[in-house]
């Protein structure tokens, strides 16, 4: 029995057990994994582990894979220098390449660990190198600019410096106590060479500022550059207000931090949860001020670390404490609005950093990978929050204050004047499901107005909505939070063999004589449903070409006519029970556009769904997994089918 068949059974016995104590019938109760339950819980929460043990020389188990994909959403991926750069140019990103392409194929963000530490972080050839500070310098950029331009566009988050402060975090003078040496010994090579940098308020060390600078300049205002710390998750954490600080002074001087790190390892002692930094029990209330805080600043934190581990010998009691805690933890985090992530410092005790017998058995699934308590109270305590979704789970002012008015683009974002997006809900477009939307959808798209923002909502529409010129980006608030939908029983739209579109990007001069290219167009971010009694609708008619083609059905019908690109990896993924048909096209896979180890990606992958690939020219091929089955091969003929 593999390990999601175990998992599965687990579940379906512990909610017979549950059942039988509520009076509720247990066949009603079916697995549900944690991703799919937070996002009823919260759909913008992001829930994922550090991915040890999916590394290609570990994979021993094809099971974790599958328990990755179905229960997290996010993936950290280590990028320690020490074992990714064992000397000025031979970086090894073997792991790191395939972890990314996992995470890309099944839908996950992708947050790096990290990008600069102290000493233990640091290869010896480099802590004792002899290094100048210029020569450290130009160093450390080689390496940020290496690893964010070989993912760029790929990765969502990054921890740009880990573990900056000591001690309190703060001196008696109110100066902040930087680590200078590591906690097992070793000079802090980056803080004693690079010395310090004085700001207009403020003093830090310049690796410190230097690092984010960088990662800003080459990763763009798209990635996450963030600040991680331990011992830093409540007010009575040795560095809880010091490291809180810290971003608000970096922020205050104009260093791009874009939001806080807090770790979050805890023990097992006497029968309480301790922290790991003070080793006293953790105070929930101070873990709930310090991130209430947070929301105060406008810093977004994120729990990037969290395990609980337990001493040798853990009894049944040991482990159900343990589960009650995990499940305590998640829900103070989902509660908390500062709080944009949840992660486990790995997901399975087998490969946890801790598996010593001292600190060990810290995880999710047991050494066995079989689901612990810590896992399965999660879910139970998931499953009791999803009925009040519906509601806002963060707490609401006291009935005596009003509630403060929301700041301009609080509906979801806020893009700046000079963005060059436009608000559909500026231009008449109202979203509430029952009012029909097409014409100010359609003033949207007309114009100059090449990026359109759909705010939360269901929009309802009676016509296609078309865009036509080049570089048209289309951007919702999240599949579960914007939706386009068409009226039931809608005109035009119930002969099937006449199909029309909901959305249709088409550029008109293609057929014309004309150069029609229609290049960099994108819909992100939002779903399209058909409605009912529209036989003949389809959601989507894409027109694809040239470069940086790159669609993912991960539900619903979809279409694409005239598929022609250049780009390197996967070009359509079909998931989630998805349909999509392409039609006609041609593929460029000699272009120089393979992969960094020399590589030719599939051009196509079909996971769990159906997926029809007809008339492509080219070198093309497909990847397809049916029945829990991975086989690959070419579309030869340029016919491929693979129903679901």
């Given at each position: 029995m593999n390990l999601i068949a175990i998992f599965g059974l687990a579940l379906a016995i512990e909610a017979a057990s549950l059942a039988a104590e509520i009076g509720t019938p247990a066949a009603s109760a079916t697995p549900e994994f944690l991703a799919a339950l937070t996002r009823k819980v919260r759909p913008d929460f992001l829930l994922g582990s550090f991915a040890s043990g999916l590394e290609p020389n570990r994979r021993e188990d094809p099971s974790l894979a599958d328990f990755f994909r179905r229960n997290f959403n996010i993936m950290t991926v280590g990028i320690y220098m020490t074992g990714t750069q064992r000397g000025r140019d031979a970086f090894n990103f073997e792991n790191t390449d395939a972890l990314i392409q996992f995470a890309e194929r099944n839908h996950l963000q992708v947050y790096l660990h990290p990008m600069i530490g102290g000493s233990e972080y640091t290869p010896k050839w480099v802590n004792e190198g002899g290094f100048s500070a210029e020569a450290?310098?130009?160093?450390?950029?080689?390496?940020?600019?290496?690893?964010?331009?070989?993912?760029?566009?790929?990765?969502?988050?990054?921890?740009?410096?880990?573990?900056?402060?000591?001690?309190?975090?703060?001196?008696?003078?109110?100066?902040?106590?930087?680590?200078?040496?590591?906690?097992?010994?070793?000079?802090?090579?980056?803080?004693?060479?690079?010395?310090?940098?004085?700001?207009?308020?403020?003093?830090?060390?310049?690796?410190?500022?230097?690092?984010?600078?960088?990662?800003?300049?080459?990763?763009?205002?798209?990635?996450?550059?963030?600040?991680?710390?331990?011992?830093?998750e409540t007010t009575k954490s040795p560095r809880g207000h010091a490291f809180l600080a810290l971003i608000q002074a970096l922020k205050e001087e104009g260093i791009p931090v874009d939001g806080a790190g807090l770790q979050l390892h805890c023990r097992l002692k006497d029968g309480q949860l301790h922290g790991w930094a003070n080793n006293q029990p953790f105070d929930f209330d101070a873990f709930d001020a310090m991130l209430k805080l947070y929301a105060q600043a406008g810093i977004e934190a994120h729990i990037t670390e969290f395990d609980i581990h337990l001493g040798a010998n853990p009894t049944s009691q040991d482990f159900e404490l343990?589960?009650?805690?995990?499940?305590?933890?998640?829900?103070?985090?989902?509660?908390?609005?500062?709080?944009?992530?949840?992660?486990?410092?790995?997901?399975?005790?087998?490969?946890?950093?801790?598996?010593?017998?001292?600190?060990?058995?810290?995880?999710?699934?047991?050494?066995?990978?079989?689901?612990?308590?810590?896992?399965?109270?999660?879910?139970?305590?998931?499953?009791?929050?999803?009925?009040?979704?519906?509601?806002?789970?963060?707490?609401?002012?006291?009935?005596?204050?009003?509630?403060?008015?929301?700041?301009?683009?609080?509906?979801?974002?806020?893009?700046?004047?000079?963005?060059?997006?436009?608000?559909?809900?500026?231009?008449?477009?109202?979203?509430?499901?029952?009012?029909?939307?097409?014409?100010?959808?359609?003033?949207?798209?007309?114009?100059?107005?090449?990026?359109?923002?759909?705010?939360?909502?269901?929009?309802?529409?009676?016509d296609t909505i078309t865009a036509t010129p080049k570089r048209y980006f289309i951007q919702g608030a999240g599949p579960g939070r914007t939706v386009i939908r068409l009226k039931d029983h809608c005109p035009g739209f119930d002969d099937p063999s006449r199909p029309k579109a909901v959305l249709q990007y088409w550029d008109q001069r293609f057929g014309t004589g004309s150069n029609g290219q229609g290049f960099r167009n994108s819909y992100g971010d939002l779903a399209v449903e058909i409605g009912v009694g529209n036989r003949g609708a389809i959601g989507i008619l894409y027109f694809l070409h040239n470069l940086g083609t790159h669609v993912r059905c991960t539900g619903g019908l979809f279409w694409v006519l005239g598929l022609k690109t250049e780009k390197a990896g996967a070009i359509v993924e079909v998931t989630g029970g998805g349909q999509a048909e392409i039609l006609g096209g041609y593929i460029y896979r000699n272009r120089g556009r393979n992969l960094p180890d020399g590589t030719t990606p599939n051009a196509f992958i079909n996971f769990e769904a159906s997926l029809s690939v007809c008339g492509i020219a080219g070198d093309s091929s497909v990847e397809e997994t049916r029945g829990g089955q991975n086989r690959t091969g070419s579309i030869g003929g340029g016919l491929y089918v693979g129903r679901k």
């Open positions: 450290l310098h130009r160093l450390m950029r080689e390496r940020i600019t290496t690893i964010l331009t070989r993912y760029q566009g790929r990765i969502h988050y990054v921890d740009v410096v880990n573990e900056s402060l000591t001690g309190k975090g703060r001196k008696p003078d109110g100066q902040f106590e930087w680590q200078e040496r590591a906690y097992r010994g070793g000079a802090h090579v980056w803080f004693q060479t690079l010395g310090m940098y004085q700001g207009k308020k403020h003093q830090f060390p310049r690796y410190l500022v230097e690092a984010f600078r960088i990662a800003r300049e080459v990763g763009g205002p798209g990635l996450k550059l963030i600040l991680n710390e331990w011992g830093n343990q589960g009650k805690y995990y499940a305590e933890i998640l829900r103070h985090a989902l509660q908390a609005p500062a709080v944009k992530s949840f992660k486990t410092w790995g997901f399975t005790d087998r490969h946890s950093w801790k598996a010593d017998g001292i600190d060990g058995h810290p995880l999710l699934l047991d050494e066995n990978l079989q689901p612990k308590p810590a896992y399965l109270r999660q879910v139970e305590m998931l499953r009791s929050l999803a009925p009040e979704a519906s509601k806002s789970i963060a707490p609401s002012p006291p009935a005596s204050q009003p509630a403060p008015a929301p700041p301009k683009g609080a509906d979801s974002v806020f893009w700046p004047e000079d963005s060059g997006y436009v608000n559909v809900k500026t231009l008449g477009a109202v979203g509430d499901g029952k009012t029909d939307d097409t014409l100010a959808i359609q003033r949207a798209y007309a114009g100059k107005n090449r990026a359109v923002y759909f705010p939360p909502g269901t929009y309802l529409v009676s």
